[in-house]
């Protein structure tokens, strides 16, 4: 009985690994930030993801082959899931906190309801309005709009990081929502790995750029660099998908789907804890109002609360 017990503990074991792991990813990449410059670091990113990936990669080539037509489509889902997500992502999170980027990123699910309610004129009941409504509401308190239309406080980076953390959710939506079609025909390995590569081809003329006009940054990463590094590419990029993808399997996406908002709680800590970042009282009630609204955006829209691969 009790080994019974212990076995059905391993999938919700993986699930909270899986969010602890991308919790901590925004201090790893805050961290991280600060000795690489942002295209650099997400183009060797996605080059050591790609190599620890290559064994399951060919793997899964023997099971599915990728159908000409539909390589435009994977470009595109590349371009919007991880050239443009991770760019203005990282260019962000240079700029802003890690608590306010790991608030403004449960905005994805409010973005996609919207999409897919305006686009696809998917059925949208008044529970999910109050959820997109309150979410805004928090979203606006998180990024610190009252102060700056009030004169209280001067247009900062930090306004300008969290814009682009809300773009870059946006960019993500957009991606998510052309992958849909693809993810009917092909396994998550193989849209993954494909989307990764095509972050590869994209960041690499940025990342040269930049190491063209300072290449001395490469003398300057430090271990605390390295870490970041592979803890972005090895644990969050590939350990943490694999783990969500099997706890997913075993559980659906109903129980699964609870447990995201440990990521943010996680960060959060860790921004508090380690970076020293302080809170303001509406900055609280506005992450309590984006988390109410992400969770009354999602209700009976199971869909839109699963998404393939990570966002950061």
């Not at 990029?237 to 969500?244: I, K, P, R």
């Not at 908002?261 to 509406?282: C, D, H, K, N, S």
Request: charged letters at 10%; glycine letters at 8%.
């Amino acid at each position: 009985m009790a080994s019974d017990v212990f076995k059905k503990s391993w999938p919700y074991f993986a699930i909270v690994l899986a969010h602890t792991i991308w919790g901590i990813n925004f201090v790893v990449a805050k961290l991280a930030l600060q000795e690489f410059p942002p295209m650099s670091l997400a183009f060797l990113r996605f080059i050591l993801a790609i190599l620890f990936l290559l064994p399951f990669i060919l793997t899964e080539k023997k099971k599915s082959k990728l159908a000409r037509e539909d390589l435009p489509k994977l470009f595109a889902v590349g371009i919007f899931m991880v050239t443009l997500n991770i760019g203005l992502f990282y260019t962000g999170m240079q700029r802003t906190t890690v608590t306010s980027a790991s608030v403004l990123t449960m905005v994805i699910p409010m973005l996609s309801v919207l999409a897919g309610w305006w686009f696809l004129r998917e059925k949208i009941y008044t529970v999910n309005l109050i959820g997109i409504v309150l979410g805004l509401i928090g979203a606006i308190l998180v990024i610190g709009v009252p102060y700056f239309a009030l004169g209280l406080q001067p247009i900062s980076n930090a306004l300008i990081g969290n814009i682009l953390i809300i773009l870059a959710s946006a960019a993500w939506v957009a991606g998510a929502g052309l992958s849909k079609g693809l993810l009917q025909k092909y396994s998550t390995l193989t849209v993954t790995s494909m989307i990764f590569l095509v972050g590869i081809l994209s960041f690499a003329v940025p990342a040269l750029t930049e190491y063209l006009k300072n290449p001395g940054w490469v003398h300057q990463v430090t271990y605390i660099g390295l870490f970041g590094l592979l803890f972005s590419a090895i644990a969050s990029s590939v350990s943490a998908y694999f783990l969500f993808e099997w706890g997913l399997s075993k559980l659906g996406i109903v129980k699964a789907d609870l447990f995201q908002y440990l990521e943010p709680l996680v960060a959060i800590t860790l921004g508090v804890a380690i970076l020293g970042e302080q809170m303001r009282f509406t900055f609280i009630i506005g992450a309590i109002l984006v988390g109410l609204g992400s969770y009354w955006t999602t209700l009976a829209k199971e869909s839109h609360k699963y998404h393939k691969a990570h966002r950061h």
